[in-house]
């Protein structure tokens, strides 16, 4: 740690802004132009499409509200159940309840720390019935209207698997790609797998506009209607105030959108830097009989946080106290969802490796350093 930031503290994850985000923002000052209908903000979802391949990137004002609206773009309605990880970041669970509708967590893998294919399949063919194309839940009733498994700290999931099993049982699969900007598996990036997809652009995410989200797809009705939602669902007239349905004022400002397309313009000499922390982080590891979380075979993650599995629970609080007590900020990863007072009750399918992740996993400072974008 202490050779890659040359210092004896280091924050876990903070943003950087070496390139051209001050002018970009000034720009938009001296414009006037600094809410949602200033160009940056279709430049930026220009970018975004680009880079990922989607056809279609619409902006919003964060990742939650991207994963709401992609759960009311995927129908997701009052009573539905949506098959998602206990061992995500609480927003994915906060957006499937925004739409009235509950989890059903079931287990990842533990190299991925992604939701398991197997745990999917095996959890569906025991509980899942399918009626007129559409799969229920035998023990509550509800649909099955949606899966929504998420890239942890950027390693990209079975994806693949996942969206077969889903489409055998005619569930949409909504990938919460907000960790996972920059990481890919073969050619082909995170979060144009799905039906529908989200990216974060939070503070502490690889890189940031602020606060800001989209909505990635390859449909284009779909893209349509999220332009349309997430813009107060108001028909375009000269002067005319309709609106076609109850719309939600989730776009991005142009503001956060000059930042990030600063941001965009510095992303991939930060994934060069940050696969260089990894292999850092990577040879300590080997030297010291530790256990760093890598890339899976055939996957390029982008390294976003890096993470150690520790051998107990014991040995984690250990490794978090000697860290955090020495200005090396270090995390657990997060308390599983179905373990919070809101989700407690949400069916689970036993969460073995979940469980097991919860009590090892930590996370270590993976910040690019200061400077080091210079010459890149
Ligand atoms: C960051 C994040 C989000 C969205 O967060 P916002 O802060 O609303 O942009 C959603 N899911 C996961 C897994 C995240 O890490």
Not at 4 to 18: K, N, V
Not at 58 to 76: I, S
Not at 288 to 298: K, Q, S, Y
Request: charged share 20%; with cysteine.
């Amino acid at each position: 740690m202490r050779s890659i930031y040359h210092s004896d503290t280091a924050p876990l994850h903070r943003p950087i802004f070496e390139g051209n985000e001050r002018e970009y923002l000034v720009d938009c000052i001296d414009s006037n132009f600094v809410s949602s209908v200033g160009a940056r903000v279709k430049e930026f979802e220009g970018h975004c499409a680009s880079l990922t391949g989607a056809s279609h990137a619409v902006a919003t004002v964060n990742g939650t509200a991207a994963l709401h609206m992609a759960l009311v773009l995927a129908g997701v309605q009052s009573g539905d159940e949506v098959i998602s990880q206990a061992l995500t970041f609480v927003a994915t669970c906060n957006a499937i309840s925004y739409c009235g509708a509950r989890p059903v967590f079931v287990d990842v893998d533990r190299d991925s720390m992604g939701l398991s294919p197997e745990a999917l399949e095996a959890w569906l063919s025991e509980h899942a019935e399918l009626r007129d194309g559409q799969a229920y839940n035998r023990a509550t009733g509800a649909r099955l209207a949606a899966c929504v498994p998420m890239h942890t700290f950027g390693h990209p999931l079975r994806i693949e698997e996942v969206v077969d099993i889903c489409g055998g049982y005619g569930i949409m699969v909504i990938e919460d790609a907000a960790e996972s900007l920059g990481s890919y598996v073969g050619e082909r990036h995170t979060g144009t797998f799905g039906k529908l997809a989200t990216l974060s652009f939070n503070g502490n995410k690889v890189i940031t506009t602020g606060g800001g989200g989209m909505i990635l797809t390859n449909d284009d009705a779909l893209a349509k209607r999220a332009l349309n939602l997430t813009t107060t669902a108001k028909v375009p007239h000269a002067y005319e105030f309709v609106h076609d349905e109850v719309g939600y004022n989730y776009r991005l400002p142009n503001l956060n959108a000059a930042l990030g397309c600063a941001q965009m313009e510095k992303l991939p000499a930060m994934l060069e830097i940050k696969a260089e922390i990894a292999a850092q982080y990577r040879d300590f590891c080997d030297k010291h009989w530790l256990r760093f979380v890598d890339a899976r075979p055939g996957t390029r993650p982008n390294f976003w946080l890096n993470a150690l599995i520790l051998d107990s629970r014991e040995e984690r609080d250990a490794f978090l106290e000697h860290t955090n007590a020495n200005g090396v900020m270090t995390r657990p990863i997060w308390r599983l969802m179905s373990r919070l007072e809101m989700f407690k009750d949400c069916q689970t399918d036993g969460l073995e490796n979940s469980r097991w992740l919860e009590d090892r996993v930590v996370n270590i400072p993976s910040s690019v350093p200061e400077g080091a974008l210079k010459g890149r």
